[in-house]
């Protein structure tokens, strides 16, 4: 698993999920649905520190993020149509998404997720979404595979098995 872009060829990847509009390509895509990217906390920590009402006030809180603690991050934002950026200081910084979410559960702050990755949390009540006035429009999820030749029977295989069941999860865990 990896967050950047692979090149099917040169990575050796036969298939992939991309997050996000595709780039006109040869590759074939299967559209299994749409995400967001929210910001979310604890009760707890909302509780305490106060919820965030615009993206400047991040300035003023506790985020946890995935670089350097001591370089200035910024997050996107929309709001009527314009795009926003709202700069912050980390408090905590990890290198997995897992790590992250796990420092929001146990309140020491504020978290950026896509949205299939705290649903259960949130649905469940251990992090509450902030900030959705001003979430960017939800991105396209795709199955992307090169079919320039005959389409491999496990590649098939595997399509056919994972298509129906990421679109029902991605179905299942819409905030």
Not at 53 to 64: G, Y
Not at 114 to 124: K, P
Not at 145 to 170: E, I
């Amino acid at each position: 698993m990896t967050d950047r872009v692979t090149h099917f060829l040169e990575d050796q990847v036969d298939v992939a999920l991309r997050i996000g509009p595709l780039a006109d390509s040869s590759l074939i895509a299967t559209r299994l649905g749409m995400v967001r990217h929210v910001i979310c906390a604890s009760p707890d920590y909302l509780a305490t520190y106060g919820t965030p009402a615009t993206p400047a006030d991040l300035s003023e809180h506790r985020v946890i993020s995935f670089q350097s603690v001591s370089v200035l991050s910024t997050w996107d934002f929309e709001a009527d149509g314009t795009e926003t950026k709202a700069s912050f200081r980390s408090r905590l910084s990890v290198n997995t998404i897992d790590a992250a979410i796990d420092a929001a559960l146990a309140g020491v702050g504020l978290v950026r997720a896509v949205s299939y990755q705290i649903a259960d949390h949130v649905r469940a009540g251990r992090l509450v979404v902030v900030l959705q006035a001003f979430e960017r429009q939800a991105r396209p999820v795709h199955l992307v595979y090169d079919a320039q030749n005959r389409l491999p029977l496990k590649l098939r295989a595997f399509v056919d098995f994972a298509v129906p069941r990421m679109r029902q999860r991605l179905l299942d865990v819409s905030l």
